[in-house]
């Protein structure tokens, strides 16, 4: 009987060995330097970021950018420093240059701020929103915003 249970610990180690460079290689295909930035500090887990857009989805065009800033209990967070840039990379097969453009925030109050800024193009932008307070960054939250309309 120990003998059939060493053969089968064996062989469960055989399984172990050969499944583990698969594991170690599908662990390094899912970290990447996106994943590794969207991990807040602990200095940038101090607010809630919620953003919007006027039109709802965004166009291309004219748009206007609310961001609403929270504290870990749900209070408004007022007097920060708030930034949004949007950010498309070059299409050289399309003729489109990288287009980049940074929104300044006016606190509304309330945790609420506003900016107004054209986007350039339909199509998926990657979003920025910064916000600072005594000149510590609280928040840094990346995502994609999808804005409608022609190229």
């Known amino acids: 009987m120990s003998s059939r249970f060493a053969a089968n610990v064996f062989s469960g180690l055989s399984v172990l060995a050969v499944l583990t460079p698969l594991g170690a ?7 990447s330097p996106v994943s590794t930035q969207n991990k ?3 200095a940038q ?3 809630k970021v919620e953003l919007t857009t006027d039109p709802s989805p965004a166009q291309k065009g004219s748009n206007t950018v609310q961001v609403k800033l929270t504290d870990p209990e749900g209070k408004p967070i007022s007097g ?3 930034t949004v840039t ?7 097969s399309m003729n489109m ?3 980049k453009t940074a929104i300044k925030g006016t606190d509304k109050g309330g945790g609420m701020y506003e900016g107004k800024s054209d ?6 932008w990657q979003v920025t929103v910064t916000a ?3 000149g510590q960054t609280i928040a840094n939250k990346k995502l994609t915003v999808k804005a409608t309309g022609g190229m």
């Open 119 to 124: 986007l350039g193009s339909a199509g998926m």
């Open 80 to 82: 920060a420093e708030v």
């Open 25 to 31: 290689f599908e662990l390094r295909a899912q970290s």
């Open 86 to 92: 949007f950010f498309m990379a070059a299409m050289p």
């Open 40 to 42: 807040p500090s602990e």
């Open 45 to 47: 887990q101090k607010a």
């Open 97 to 99: 240059p990288e287009m």
């Open 132 to 134: 600072k307070q005594n």
